[in-house]
């Protein structure tokens, strides 16, 4: 008798399940809302002088006087009048100013900074102090030293004058926020970096500085945007319209019975633009090196 087996039955197939119901969207809180109410009105307030300032630009003169918000024709040869009428110069001049004195400020701060957060000596707190005291001193209250100063070395009306002032008075703050930021770095990593070969400066190029860039990157950035907007040192100290930074050249726009808004405001739109594009490149490296030394 020949006994057949039967084929096991194929599982019953699972109902599929149900797909799980959205969860309903939860509404911000009352302070949450409030807060960032809060910063978007600051951020307006902030924002709308700038508003106001770039919808003058494109005023025409006839309009300057209506209260309109909206000009009803843009005049946009109030910023190629910028570029025709010698500005462009001025602008240069401005570059440099600025370029030379953030070099010159981190030529000087860095290696101070650096000897002061590695090595005890004595005097280091002092010379610490005393570097924070020459922050609390304005160019404005030194104005005429300042100017007998560079007349003796026939310095006035000159490039170098303007960096060397700028680059001196932007020092102190360099110092200090470097040598914040050298002493949060162990120092094991430069004694690693000695035991593979490096000496001091091979471990301080290769190690420290790429460590310590966010602290450089806001001296770069505090220094250049100092240099760029200083008004009162250059219009004591350049005498010719060729010579003079854009800050003072702008001032001439201003003249006793009357002022061209038009195009004041199309000169201070360009003049803010180099800086904006700057600080928004490297913004991330700003703050970090602003909590230099917050942490141990």
């Known amino acids: 008798m020949t006994v057949t087996e039967s084929a096991p039955a194929a599982?019953?197939?699972?109902?599929?399940?149900?797909?799980?119901?959205?969860?309903?969207r939860r509404l911000p809180s009352v302070k949450t809302v409030i807060v960032a109410a809060s910063a978007y009105l600051v951020a307006f307030v902030?924002?709308?002088?700038?508003?106001?300032?770039?919808?003058?630009?494109?005023?025409?003169?006839?309009?300057?006087?209506?209260?309109?918000?909206?000009?009803?024709?843009?005049?946009?040869?109030?910023?190629?009048?910028?570029w025709t009428g010698g500005l462009a110069q001025n602008l240069g001049v401005t570059l440099q100013v600025a370029a030379g004195s953030t070099v010159l400020v981190l030529?000087?701060?860095?290696?101070?900074?650096?000897?002061?957060?590695?090595?005890?000596f004595r005097g280091r707190t002092a010379f610490l102090v005393l570097v924070l005291i020459t922050q609390m001193f304005q160019p404005t209250a030194m104005l005429v030293g300042i100017y007998r100063e560079f007349f003796q070395f026939g310095l006035v009306d000159t490039v170098w004058s303007l960096i060397l002032v700028n680059g001196g008075f932007n020092l102190a703050f360099a110092v200090w926020i470097l040598n914040a930021y050298f002493s949060s770095i162990p120092r094991e990593l430069e004694e690693a970096a000695f035991i593979d070969g490096n000496g001091r400066f091979g471990a301080l190029f290769r190690v420290t500085l790429p460590l310590a860039m966010p602290g450089v990157v806001t001296a770069l950035i505090f220094t250049f945007i100092a240099a760029w907007n200083e008004f009162v040192v250059a219009l004591t100290l350049t005498t010719t319209p060729s010579n003079q930074p854009l800050t003072v050249a702008l001032n001439s726009f201003i003249g006793q019975y009357q002022v061209d808004w038009?195009?004041?405001?199309?000169?201070?739109?360009?003049?803010?633009?180099?800086?904006?594009?700057?600080?928004?490149?490297?913004?991330?490296?700003?703050?970090?090196?602003?909590?230099?030394?917050?942490i141990k």
């Open 11 to 24: 599982p019953a197939r699972r109902p599929a399940a149900a797909p799980a119901p959205a969860r309903a």
């Open 262 to 294: 038009q195009n004041l405001f199309a000169g201070s739109v360009i003049a803010t633009i180099p800086v904006i594009i700057l600080f928004a490149l490297i913004e991330r490296k700003v703050v970090g090196g602003l909590t230099a030394g917050s």
């Open 107 to 120: 030529l000087v701060a860095l290696p101070a900074a650096y000897y002061t957060a590695r090595h005890e």
């Open 46 to 82: 902030f924002l709308f002088p700038y508003l106001v300032m770039i919808l003058t630009a494109l005023r025409p003169q006839e309009e300057l006087r209506e209260a309109t918000f909206l000009p009803t024709t843009f005049a946009w040869s109030n910023f190629t009048n910028f």
